[in-house]
């Protein structure tokens, strides 16, 4: 017997089997029919009779009572033909003809006969087993294993025995309704509990009539079989529906499984998205800020933070941004395949958003480090002309303490002409001596400018500094011509004094100008030098060579100055002449002189040392600078290289998806093996920064640049394997063959004629028409609309596929959610939280019910809520 429901339309009463493996109840040929293989001696039992009798009532039953009644006799309740033509309706589903309704036995024979020819015309053969009968057996024998395979101690063999102590009806019961049946409490050694309990809970809460009472099949040796089968088939048939309910809920599961997936990948996107812009935001101002420090430990400080951007907080957000791209395309690709409209992320957040903050930023980080380098060098040279202001100044302002007071003086109003004569040649002694301070002033006030050109943070103080020094100069300078320019007396004095005096006065002048070269010579000795390159450092030490070859003359000097001093002294001492005091030309004494030479002749060996340590140190740069060089002229053309063939690799793919996959990603393994000597490198720079050398002519390449492509690097290839992963999810949800692909990637190719890996949308338009569309403007911008959802202006390779592929795909739709979600509402209009959560698992139960509106049909009920606008949203045709 086959299923009567089935396409072949077959009648079956008893247990059968169609495609799924079982049938419906018990089968009226069987009760009809004298089959020769029965066991003759049971049909002569009177209780076997009665048990056969009392199972076809209640099967009868179980589907008459869907019609408002039912049997309690065989032999009396079918005799007028009038209940088995109302089952047979049941059973079929068909109108049968109209019965006769004379009590008039011709009438009672007639309405068996219409049922008997209805029965004839859906092909039941009413005699023998046969085949069909024995495939609808081991049907609904296989059903019953693989719903009570899990449980323990059941094991179905047959349709007799296998039965007989009731845990497998109970573990049948508990596979569909496991809410029902407390099947670890059952024991194997008390059947007609089990039996009684699987029995009374299928007529309860299963509407499955009692057809066998537990002592009818405990008592007997071998349960009647076609009693236990037409008893299973109820079951079977009662779990039916449930199993459409389901394939119902798992439709719905898998569509909202998707739909769930596709919000986290959108809800990601979105808290990245977010999360990224706002570090832009408040990084943007910190690269910007170019506000100069004021000494050289705070930018220093600063491009230490600098440092750490480049090395801790930027690579992350390097990953970050390439991960949200990748992201957001395999979102869209997945969207595209499950028939979902595309993503638009919130306003401010796609990607070219996303893209063009990014932009900002590297625009704003592009100089920062050589400002913080230039800005070092800057205070570095501030600190250095500062120390040198102030050394020449307390110099000058010592030699200028009082000499504005002595000038200021009119003793020569009352002198004699002899003191006047001495004053001035104490003037003449002064005026050698300003005119050695001249060049000293001078170099104050340059000094001061370059400072103020160099915005030293102090130039006020220095200015301050520098127009008293230059003040009191300028006051200096007239008072002589004012004071003692009328002329010079000559009166008569002893020709040995007129001598020393003499000497006196020229040992003054040629003192002073001695004097102030020692102590420049001990500044420019003891002067804090910068150089950063060998050929400064090679030419301070020439100057310095030259410097010392001139001490000998210098020494020469000192000791022509020194016998002046010796000669007044002797020419005193062999006349008898007692000095007054010292020279009354000049406070330079021979012992300072003498002590000033002895300290300059201390710092030439010093500052030898200190050339020699600044040569060795800028050896050890240019050493750096070779090292970084040498370095950095392997990586950058190693990261050219790569992105050259990333290029090539993305346009001239060969092979299989998965052979580019698998090569993309061993190529990636082979660039991400090459980090340790980008490392090496940033160490290598690190040590450069640290020694403060600005400039390497051994290379082209700075840190920035290898950073920046490196960057580029890593992304490409990223993006690259992200593509051909979309590939693959539109090649296996599509059915593309390879050979398509290949196809569609050369005409791609073929158009792409910047290849980037996307294409403008003329260029797209004539790809388009290459593939045979026939194109006017609104349905261009159709398509455009399609494969450009977010209007960047740019078709991608995958965009393409993904059109090409689209509209042939045989994929989920709103109706068939909506056909789902009608059987678990049982064909109502609407659905409610109750049978949600009855039919669906938890998390996906409340998804529904959190977005689902209420129903607002005319057949609603409190509760209600509305299924079919909800399918619609999932797919974008209306909105949640």
Same mark, same amino acid.
């Given at each position: 017997?086959?299923?009567?429901?089935?396409?072949?339309?077959?009648?079956?009463?008893?247990?059968?089997?169609?495609?799924?493996?079982?049938?419906?109840?018990?089968?009226?040929?069987?009760?009809?029919?004298?089959?020769?293989?029965?066991?003759?001696?049971?049909?002569?039992?009177?209780?076997?009779?009665?048990?056969?009798?009392?199972?076809?009532?209640?099967?009868?039953?179980?589907?008459?009572?869907?019609?408002?009644?039912?049997?309690?006799?065989?032999?009396?309740?079918?005799?007028?033909?009038?209940?088995?033509?109302?089952?047979?309706?049941?059973?079929?589903?068909?109108?049968?003809?109209?019965?006769?309704?004379?009590?008039?036995?011709?009438?009672?024979?007639?309405?068996?006969?219409?049922?008997?020819?209805?029965?004839?015309?859906?092909?039941?053969?009413?005699?023998?087993?046969?085949?069909?009968?024995?495939?609808?057996?081991?049907?609904?024998?296989?059903?019953?294993?693989?719903?009570?395979?899990?449980?323990?101690?059941?094991?179905?063999?047959?349709?007799?025995?296998?039965?007989? +102590?009731?845990? !497998?009806?109970?573990?049948?019961?508990?596979?569909?309704?496991?809410?029902?049946?407390?099947?670890?409490?059952?024991?194997?050694?008390?059947?007609?509990?089990?039996?009684?309990?699987?029995?009374?809970?299928?007529?309860?809460?299963?509407?499955?009539?009692?057809?066998? +009472?537990?002592?009818?099949?405990?008592?007997?040796?071998?349960?009647?079989?076609?009693?236990?089968?037409?008893?299973?088939?109820?079951?079977?048939?009662?779990? #039916?529906?449930?199993?459409?309910?389901?394939?119902?809920?798992?439709? $719905?599961?898998?569509?909202?499984?998707?739909?769930?997936?596709?919000?986290?990948?959108?809800?990601?996107?979105?808290?990245?998205?977010?999360?990224?812009?706002?570090?832009?935001?408040?990084?943007?101002?910190?690269?910007?800020?170019?506000?100069?420090?004021?000494?050289?430990?705070?930018?220093?400080?600063?491009?230490?933070?600098?440092?750490?951007?480049?090395?801790?907080?930027?690579?992350?957000?390097?990953?970050?941004?390439?991960?949200?791209?990748?992201?957001?395309?395999?979102?869209?690709?997945?969207?595209?395949?499950?028939?979902?409209?595309?993503?638009?992320?919130?306003?401010?957040?796609?990607?070219?958003?996303?893209?063009?903050?990014?932009?900002?930023?590297?625009?704003?980080?592009?100089?920062?480090?050589?400002?913080?380098?230039?800005?070092?060098?800057?205070?570095?040279?501030?600190?250095?002309?500062?120390?040198?202001?102030?050394?020449?100044?307390?110099?000058?302002?010592?030699? =200028?303490?009082?000499?504005?007071?002595?000038?200021?003086?009119?003793?020569?109003?009352?002198?004699?002409?002899?003191?006047?004569?001495?004053?001035?040649?104490?003037?003449?002694?002064?005026?050698?001596?300003?005119?050695?301070?001249?060049?000293?002033?001078?170099? $104050?006030?340059?000094?001061?400018?370059?400072?103020?050109?160099? +915005?030293?943070?102090?130039?006020?103080?220095?200015?301050?500094?520098?127009?008293?020094?230059?003040?009191?100069?300028?006051?200096?300078?007239?008072?002589?011509?004012?004071?003692?320019?009328?002329?010079?007396?000559?009166?008569?004095?002893?020709?040995?004094?007129?001598?020393?005096?003499?000497?006196?006065?020229?040992?003054?002048?040629?003192?002073?100008?001695?004097?102030?070269?020692?102590?420049?010579?001990?500044?420019?000795?003891?002067?804090?030098?910068?150089?950063?390159?060998?050929?400064?450092?090679?030419?301070?030490? #020439?100057?310095?060579?030259?410097?010392?070859?001139?001490?000998?003359?210098?020494?020469?000097?000192?000791? !022509?100055?020194?016998?002046?001093?010796?000669?007044?002294?002797?020419?005193?001492?062999?006349?008898?002449?007692?000095?007054?005091?010292?020279?009354?030309?000049?406070?330079?004494?021979?012992?300072?002189?003498?002590?000033?030479?002895?300290?300059?002749?201390?710092?030439?060996?010093?500052?030898?040392?200190?050339?020699?340590?600044?040569?060795?140190?800028?050896?050890?740069?240019?050493?750096?600078?070779?090292?970084?060089?040498?370095?950095?002229?392997?990586?950058?053309?190693?990261?050219?290289?790569?992105?050259?063939?990333?290029?090539?690799?993305?346009?001239?793919?060969?092979? =299989?998806?998965?052979?580019?996959?698998?090569?993309?990603?061993?190529?990636?393994?082979? $660039?991400?093996?090459?980090?340790?000597?980008?490392?090496?490198?940033?160490?290598?720079?690190?040590?450069?920064?640290?020694?403060?050398?600005?400039?390497?002519?051994?290379?082209?390449?700075?840190?920035?640049?290898?950073?920046?492509?490196?960057?580029?690097?890593?992304?490409?290839?990223?993006?690259?394997?992200?593509?051909?992963?979309?590939?693959?999810?539109?090649?296996?949800?599509?059915?593309?063959?390879?050979?398509?692909?290949?196809?569609?990637?050369?005409?791609?190719?073929?158009? +792409?004629?910047?290849?980037?890996?996307?294409?403008? #949308?003329?260029?797209?338009?004539?790809?388009?028409?290459?593939?045979?569309?026939?194109?006017?403007?609104?349905?261009?911008?159709?398509?455009?609309?399609?494969?450009?959802?977010?209007?960047?202006?740019?078709?991608?390779?995958?965009?393409?596929?993904?059109?090409?592929?689209?509209?042939?795909?045989?994929?989920?739709?709103?109706?068939?959610?909506?056909?789902?979600?009608?059987?678990?509402?049982?064909?109502?209009?609407?659905?409610?939280?109750?049978?949600?959560?009855?039919?669906?698992?938890?998390?996906?139960?409340?998804?529904?019910?959190?977005?689902?509106?209420?129903?607002?049909?005319?057949?609603?009920?409190?509760?209600?809520?509305?299924?079919?606008?909800?399918?619609?949203?999932?797919?974008?045709?209306?909105?949640?």
């Amino acid at each position: 017997m086959v299923d009567y429901h089935a396409a072949n339309q077959s009648y079956q009463y008893g247990p059968s089997s169609g495609s799924n493996g079982a049938g419906g109840g018990g089968s009226m040929g069987d009760y009809m029919a004298q089959e020769d293989d029965w066991d003759r001696d049971l049909l002569l039992d009177p209780a076997w009779e009665k048990q056969q009798r009392k199972t076809f009532t209640a099967w009868c039953n179980s589907h008459l009572r869907k019609a408002g009644t039912q049997i309690e006799n065989i032999d009396e309740d079918f005799r007028d033909g009038l209940k088995l033509m109302l089952l047979l309706e049941v059973i079929s589903g068909e109108r049968l003809p109209k019965p006769e309704r004379g009590k008039m036995r011709v009438h009672k024979i007639n309405n068996v006969n219409k049922a008997l020819d209805f029965i004839a015309s859906k092909g039941v053969k009413l005699v023998s087993i046969g085949a069909e009968e024995t495939s609808a057996k081991e049907g609904l024998l296989l059903w019953c294993q693989r719903k009570t395979a899990p449980y323990k101690n059941v094991n179905v063999q047959n349709f007799h025995i296998s039965w007989k +102590d009731g845990l !497998a009806f109970n573990a049948l019961i508990h596979r569909h309704r496991p809410e029902l049946i407390e099947y670890d409490k059952l024991r194997k050694d008390d059947p007609v509990t089990n039996l009684n309990n699987a029995f009374e809970v299928a007529e309860k809460y299963l509407d499955i009539p009692k057809m066998l +009472d537990a002592e009818d099949i405990v008592n007997t040796a071998r349960p009647d079989e076609k009693a236990i089968m037409t008893y299973v088939s109820s079951f079977y048939h009662a779990f #039916s529906g449930a199993q459409k309910a389901e394939t119902a809920a798992n439709r $719905i599961c898998k569509v909202l499984a998707v739909n769930q997936e596709n919000e986290h990948l959108m809800e990601d996107y979105e808290r990245l998205a977010s999360d990224l812009l706002e570090w832009i935001r408040r990084t943007i101002p910190w690269l910007e800020d170019r506000v100069p420090q004021k000494t050289i430990q705070e930018m220093q400080q600063k491009l230490e933070d600098f440092r750490d951007y480049r090395r801790v907080h930027k690579p992350p957000k390097v990953q970050e941004k390439c991960q949200l791209e990748i992201n957001f395309n395999t979102l869209q690709t997945k969207l595209r395949l499950s028939n979902r409209p595309a993503f638009m992320p919130s306003e401010g957040k796609m990607v070219s958003d996303i893209n063009n903050g990014w932009q900002h930023l590297e625009q704003a980080e592009k100089g920062y480090e050589e400002w913080l380098l230039n800005e070092i060098r800057r205070l570095e040279r501030l600190d250095h002309l500062a120390e040198k202001f102030r050394q020449k100044a307390s110099i000058h302002e010592a030699w =200028t303490d009082g000499k504005e007071a002595m000038l200021k003086q009119r003793d020569y109003e009352t002198a004699t002409l002899s003191d006047i004569k001495a004053l001035i040649r104490k003037h003449e002694a002064f005026e050698s001596d300003l005119a050695a301070h001249q060049d000293r002033v001078e170099q $104050i006030a340059a000094i001061a400018q370059e400072l103020n050109e160099l +915005d030293y943070y102090d130039s006020h103080n220095v200015n301050t500094r520098c127009q008293k020094i230059c003040d009191q100069w300028d006051a200096l300078v007239p008072r002589c011509p004012q004071g003692w320019g009328w002329g010079r007396g000559d009166g008569k004095t002893e020709k040995q004094l007129e001598t020393i005096d003499q000497l006196h006065l020229e040992y003054a002048k040629r003192a002073a100008p001695f004097n102030n070269w020692m102590e420049s010579a001990m500044e420019d000795l003891q002067d804090m030098f910068i150089v950063h390159t060998i050929e400064e450092i090679e030419g301070l030490i #020439s100057a310095h060579d030259q410097f010392k070859s001139t001490l000998p003359d210098a020494d020469r000097e000192r000791e !022509a100055i020194l016998a002046i001093h010796k000669e007044a002294q002797r020419i005193a001492e062999s006349n008898h002449i007692k000095l007054s005091g010292s020279n009354p030309y000049t406070t330079v004494t021979p012992q300072i002189i003498n002590s000033k030479w002895e300290k300059v002749q201390q710092l030439v060996p010093k500052r030898d040392h200190a050339l020699l340590e600044e040569q060795s140190k800028q050896q050890s740069n240019e050493h750096l600078r070779r090292q970084f060089a040498s370095q950095a002229n392997i990586v950058g053309p190693w990261i050219q290289t790569k992105m050259e063939e990333i290029g090539r690799i993305s346009i001239e793919m060969n092979g =299989t998806l998965e052979d580019q996959l698998s090569h993309l990603k061993q190529y990636e393994r082979s $660039i991400v093996d090459y980090k340790p000597n980008l490392d090496l490198l940033e160490q290598q720079h690190q040590l450069i920064q640290e020694a403060l050398i600005f400039d390497n002519k051994h290379t082209n390449y700075t840190m920035e640049h290898i950073r920046v492509g490196w960057e580029q690097l890593l992304t490409t290839i990223a993006r690259t394997i992200n593509e051909v992963e979309n590939q693959i999810l539109t090649r296996d949800a599509k059915g593309i063959s390879q050979e398509q692909m290949q196809e569609f990637r050369a005409s791609f190719n073929h158009f +792409d004629k910047k290849q980037t890996g996307s294409m403008d #949308s003329d260029d797209f338009r004539a790809l388009l028409i290459s593939t045979g569309y026939s194109l006017g403007d609104a349905e261009f911008n159709r398509i455009m609309s399609v494969v450009d959802p977010n209007h960047s202006g740019l078709v991608t390779f995958q965009a393409f596929i993904d059109f090409m592929s689209r509209e042939t795909t045989d994929t989920d739709t709103a109706d068939q959610v909506i056909a789902s979600f009608k059987v678990l509402a049982g064909d109502k209009n609407f659905i409610t939280a109750e049978e949600l959560r009855r039919e669906l698992p938890p998390d996906q139960a409340e998804y529904c019910i959190a977005r689902m509106a209420p129903y607002q049909g005319p057949d609603a009920v409190p509760g209600a809520l509305d299924y079919k606008s909800f399918s619609t949203a999932l797919y974008g045709e209306s909105d949640l």
